[in-house]
């Protein structure tokens, strides 16, 4: 049988330029890991997408556990008013090993 | 007539195939990673190509062309900054990203001239191929400069404002000021590192100083079927551009003429630095007018993106490559061509 | 400290082919952006992967407001009832400033 | 003996080579996009080879096989469509989607088809290469068709089902009628702004208004790499088709018949054609036989899960790129070109 | 109206050298179906990207009835053990026709 | 002196600028299916050369290679897992893995050595292309065995120290055993149906039993752009090969040197067997080194991640590419030339 545990997980879509900042602050900010998925797409600042494929957007995904969640969401936050483009939502997941997800990445 | 005959290039053709494939609305879609792959081939053959030239070239000519890079470079986002200004279209941070595509050079563009003195058969010096590499940066920085100082004018506007209220808001100001400075350091780093610049010098300084029969075995991968890639690349470029004529309406008529208007004030300053500063034949000018006319469309913008993210990317892209891009290839290249003969009589 | 908001999260899995029709459904309802992303799958209708790669899935998410999600949903399952294949499913998520989900697609 | 020789073409070799990975399961699996790139660049370089053939054709003729690839591409999937029916294997929708595969045409096909000459030393006539790029078209057009006209039996059953009961299905089905009459446009629109077909045509247009002395600059591109590019694409389509043998169970044995009926079918009517009418060599016979026998499976299946999504699209990939390719590129070929060769005399 | 009923989604992040022993296990514990996205990432194991692209790391998406759930985790816990790398996370989601994922891969 | 020649080959210099634009922290980034590509090229284009000249070559000689590409496959993960075991410096699990990649081949490798040869004009045999494709899967296998050693001891240890505890853990342990005896044929099965392989063996044959009318027309692909192919490829594998220098740290100064002695080991064994035991020439001597020298990039990772999940993968990464493949192409290449030139004598 599996016992499962909450965690957060974080989502953020952005241009992929700001990559490595972002996995900068995940770092900082003790995420003990991180997915990143290639994406395209439209919002505020208009289509996102082809621009010779140079300059286009990624998904990031951190499942994070909930108390070091604020934080991060600060630091996202200052970004955003800084005037980047950031699409940030929470989900609500449930884990097999919460431990996992408390040790930080190298 | 050169103007008519370059539009009967294949490489010119099909960039005007690949806007019409999305005027017709074709669910013609080219692989994203295609144009990347095409530009590192792109940017790796001519540098090869102008390294193995200029292992025999001039170091005076070849140091004064690179100082002379860095001077359009420097001068023609300044220039056109000025004019977004007076045009009172846009906003401060606005001005400032679009100019500085304005200062950096379209490599896409370069090629299809090189294509069209070839086919014409006028000769041409190797010393634009520098230029080329180096003035993608400059451009960057003064992007940078540009914003900051608009940061400042800003900022002031809004402490005259702050003063009579909000003391927070002098503080964020100051925070914002801070991190600008740490940023500016790397983005300086970034605009000389930058990918393009990178697989663009390295390859011209392989070319240099390669054995010539390692080069020999070289040639047909970077010569030969350079024509057939260029074109592909110029086919996709065009179904982009094709896409950004949608967001014309977007950005209005006098943006719209801004991004004919810069290519002509490039196109004239660098006839003249060419022909009568550098002393460069009539293609090579032509080739140094491409350089000053053309807008960045692939190092400038995710530079601009990270630097100036208040900008707005519809802006700079459309006015780039579905405006500027467009019309040197079309009317452009001919038109300093024309220039540059009738000047170097 | 961050406030949180509630926000539907909308995912719809199909062929890439409907890519256009149902962006045009988005702004039509009232989504103020989208986010696409290339995948390959299995479901009813057999493997949706290779054929020389022109024929592939998307995954594409909507976050949108929840009083506009239910006429998005009609117009997802009238496309369903017309023989589109789409697998789409719907998830609680919390977003940072709601006003911008608030906001049409130009 | 041509039909063995055919089999140690590289070409097909590397066809068969991409089944046998397959079948010994081997992890090896292309890059999604590398097969849409090569097509880009095989469609491009028949395009543009066409083209500059064609500057020089004569415009009856050209017309001409036009027309007939017009007939063709109505034709043949209306005949598929009967036998589908007698088969009583399938339903009405998937009868619809399978038979339009039928009227197009498969480009890898094509080109295998002009190696086999090719390394034969057979000469052919260049118009086949217009059709080619015709019959993509109203095959989609005609697909479009027999499904409205396969909805409305179902629907006028249905109905006659719904007399005795629900009201509310009839108006469903009024619902149904309208979208479709709305869509139907945009269908036509799609079938004749396909990618493939605008590639195929734009170049042929290049090719053929393009100056000489650009066109030379290309050759190297789109002639000398060519056979090696052909041959990486059929190693790779081979790596797909041995994927759908897996599926063949699922199809079942008379479908799998039609199959290779089909091909033959078109074979026998393009090599009469080709002879007969069009007054083709034999080369050019084979050719159109090939345009005949062949079965898109390229611009035609995305265009059907839109048009026609209620059909499976196992059927239609399977037969299409599972058992019709494989079976004209091993057996079809040389055996239309063995026929042609039998009616030339 | 759309009448929404839940569902469990399951992910799964790891290399994609396992996609196909996955795929095999979905169909053994009663999936209909599944959705892979190719991804890059970081975690316990250092990142997981380049590598000249032979090596990557994959999403995979699997919407499950919550009866059939378990088993499927008893089986990702036993390929965890034997030392895979899974990181594995489940959400509610919401879907309009529950019959769709009970029906099984062919 | 061939050895600073060697460093001014296009195909080495590539190398060099990319792993400089990792260390100058560019943001260049290949497209992740470019490397993928040009990998399939590079195997297709040396299969079909291969192949092509073998049709022509001595049977016996030719398996005596092969047997010989099976003994060195075979004892050099043996010789690299006692050495690491040695070393105290990594577990039982870690030292197959990494020992595993020592008995494979980096194609990169052996392509910068036939390049390099090409260039110094020396002749070398065909036959260390069949070794080449042999030498994938051997080393495969071995690791397999190792491991299974390696769990066999590590799970004696622990029912030790379980006799005194726990009863459920000697279960867990039966239930690994039992689960790698299933997956130990599938391993064997992978071994030898590896994409790399299958490219190889497969070209190969095509090259040898085409139509030679068939096989001209590919020259202009496989032959005349292969060494800028090559280049493009050798630039990305800098690129990543920079990126793991950072992990080198993380590795410790122990197994760094591992990465130098492995290949020199492999090296002087690989110059010994093929001067006195298969009578090459000192440029197929040279070739037989670089097999023995250079460890699997591309074919073994994937398949230790999945056969030994509790390993490391940035040892066997770092080692393999960040060290030994640098190492080889820069110092290795012109020593093992050396050495057999002067044992030649
Ligand atoms: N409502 C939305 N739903 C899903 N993705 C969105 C939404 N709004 C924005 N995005 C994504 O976030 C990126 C940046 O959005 P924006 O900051 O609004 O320009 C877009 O390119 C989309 O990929
Ligand atoms: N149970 C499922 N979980 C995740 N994705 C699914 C599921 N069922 C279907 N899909 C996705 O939806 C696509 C279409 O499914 P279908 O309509 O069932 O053929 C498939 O190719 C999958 O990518
Ligand atoms: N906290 C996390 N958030 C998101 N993705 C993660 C996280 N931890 C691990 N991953 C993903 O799972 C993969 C394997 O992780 P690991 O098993 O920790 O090496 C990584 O490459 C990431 O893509
Ligand atoms: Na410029
Ligand atoms: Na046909
Ligand atoms: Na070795």
């Keep these: 049988m599996n016992r499962l545990y909450p965690e957060k997980l974080l989502n953020i879509i952005t241009i992929d330029a700001l990559e490595e900042k972002l996995v900068e602050s995940f770092r900082k900010y003790g995420a003990s890991g991180y997915t990143i998925l290639r994406a395209q797409g439209e919002g505020s600042s208009g289509v996102r997408s082809d621009m010779t494929g140079f300059d286009a957007n990624i998904m990031i995904k951190v499942i994070i556990p909930p108390e070091r969640l604020t934080a991060m969401l600060d630091s996202l936050e200052r970004k955003i008013n800084k005037g980047h483009h950031l699409t940030v939502f929470i989900v609500d997941v449930e884990v097999l090993s919460p431990e996992k997800f408390n040790a930080r990445m190298r | ?345």
Tied chains: 1, 3, 5.
Excluded at chain 2, 39 to 50: D, E, T
Excluded at chain 2, 95 to 111: K, N, P, Q, R
Excluded at chain 2, 154 to 178: F, M, P, Q, W
């Design chain 2, 1 to 345: 007539m050169p103007s008519i005959s370059n539009l009967l290039l294949p490489a010119v053709l099909f960039f005007v195939l690949g806007i019409f494939t999305r005027v017709i609305k074709s669910d013609l879609r080219f692989p994203p990673d295609l144009a990347k792959i095409l530009s590192i081939y792109l940017l790796m053959a001519i540098g090869l190509h102008g390294g193995n030239a200029l292992a025999k070239a001039d170091l005076f000519i070849a140091l004064n062309s690179v100082m002379w890079a860095f001077i359009l470079g420097f001068t023609l986002p300044i220039i056109g900054y000025l004019i977004l200004l007076a045009t009172r279209k846009v906003g401060l941070l606005d001005a400032a990203a679009i100019s500085a595509h304005y200062g950096s050079v379209s490599a896409g563009t370069f090629l299809t001239a090189i294509a069209y003195l070839d086919n014409a058969g006028i000769k041409y010096e190797d010393y634009p191929l520098i230029m080329l590499a180096i003035m993608e940066s400059p451009a960057i920085v003064v992007g940078l400069l540009l914003a900051a100082k608009a940061r400042r004018t800003i900022a002031a506007r809004k402490s005259k404002a702050a003063s009579h209220g909000d003391e927070k808001l002098a503080l964020t100001n100051s925070d914002n000021v801070d991190n600008e400075e740490a940023s500016f350091t790397s983005l300086l780093h970034d605009a000389f590192t930058n990918g393009s610049v990178v697989i663009l010098l390295g390859s011209m300084v392989i070319g240099a100083i390669s054995l010539p029969s390692g080069m020999e075995k070289l040639f047909p991968f970077v010569d030969d079927i350079f024509m057939g890639v260029l074109c592909l690349f110029l086919f996709e470029m065009g179904n982009v551009a094709g896409k950004r004529l949608g967001d014309l309406r977007q950005v209005g008529i006098v943006l719209a003429l801004f991004g004919i208007v810069m290519p002509l004030i490039g196109g004239v300053l660098g006839v003249y630095i060419g022909l009568n500063i550098l002393d460069f034949s009539v293609g090579g000018a032509t080739l140094v007018a491409v350089l000053a006319a053309s807008a960045s469309y692939i190092a400038v913008p995710p530079a601009m993106r990270l630097a100036i993210p208040e900008a707005n990317p519809s802006y700079y892209l459309t006015l780039s490559l579905g405006i500027t891009f467009p019309f040197n290839v079309i009317v452009g290249i001919p038109l300093f061509h024309k220039l540059a003969q009738l000047n170097a009589i």
